[in-house]
């Protein structure tokens, strides 16, 4: 089982909607939970991340963890063209430790 | 504040043959990471360095993956010989402190092997 994983897509939206983006993982001794975006030809950038449980707000997305269910979420409001990307799950059992990336899930918000 | 500066932006050489990418970091950030990101899947960690020693290379194929950082900011991945399967985009990535979390990424390298 892999440590980390990611329904790749593609996902394709309309200009608007609620993107829901998802990630499950194996090993419950990890304790941050990251989310990445990364544009085509581009190096990943750091949206959000969390410790632990629970539910963290940056303007339009919202990064969610259940850490009984191993699972965890990204929720994109009012999704723009601009959204476009892939986004890439990210977990790591320290914030010093090494990181363990999802295989990332390709977006296409549509105007 | 300049970001992660990496060259070149592209590669296509034989297998066999060698290569080798460069890495600028952020200014005074002593932490620096390559990382290997074949096409579909999600970056894997390299090689960490904390200024110019090394912090985890776990993952580093040593029998042709080679890596330096000299007096602890410029940094060279060296592949040498390269197989097919080496074709990928090579990330350098750079951070303050050991936190991964305030790391910042650079374009990458889009290497080909025919």
């Known amino acids: 089982q892999k440590e980390v994983e990611q329904d790749p897509g593609p996902l394709s939206v309309p200009e608007g909607a609620i993107v829901s983006l998802n990630c499950t993982y194996s090993n419950s001794a990890f304790q941050y939970f990251m989310w990445y975006r990364q544009y085509s030809r581009k190096g990943p950038e750091l949206l959000m991340y969390?410790?632990?449980?629970g539910n963290k707000e940056d303007g339009r997305f919202t990064a969610q963890v259940d850490k009984s269910s191993k699972y965890i979420s990204l929720f994109i409001r009012d999704s723009q063209p601009s959204d476009s990307a892939t986004y890439l799950c990210a977990i790591v059992k320290t914030s010093y430790d090494k990181v363990i990336f999802g295989p990332g899930t390709s977006l296409s918000v549509i105007p | 504040e300049a970001g992660v500066a990496q060259s070149p932006r592209y590669k296509i050489i034989e297998k066999r043959q060698s290569v080798a990418f460069w890495c600028n970091p952020i200014?005074?950030?002593?932490?620096l990471y390559w990382y290997q990101q074949i096409l579909g899947q999600g970056p894997k960690l390299l090689i960490q360095f904390q200024n110019n020693g090394v912090v985890d290379d776990s993952q580093l194929p040593k029998d042709r993956f080679s890596a330096e950082r000299l007096k602890g900011v410029d940094s060279t991945l060296k592949i040498q010989p390269a197989k097919l399967e080496d074709s990928a985009v090579y990330l350098c990535?750079?951070?303050?402190?050991?936190?991964?979390?305030?790391?910042?990424f650079g374009q990458g390298t889009r290497l080909t092997v025919v």
């Open positions: 200014s005074g950030h002593a932490t």
């Open positions: 990535a750079s951070s303050l402190g050991v936190e991964i979390t305030e790391a910042f």
């Open positions: 969390t410790y632990s449980s």
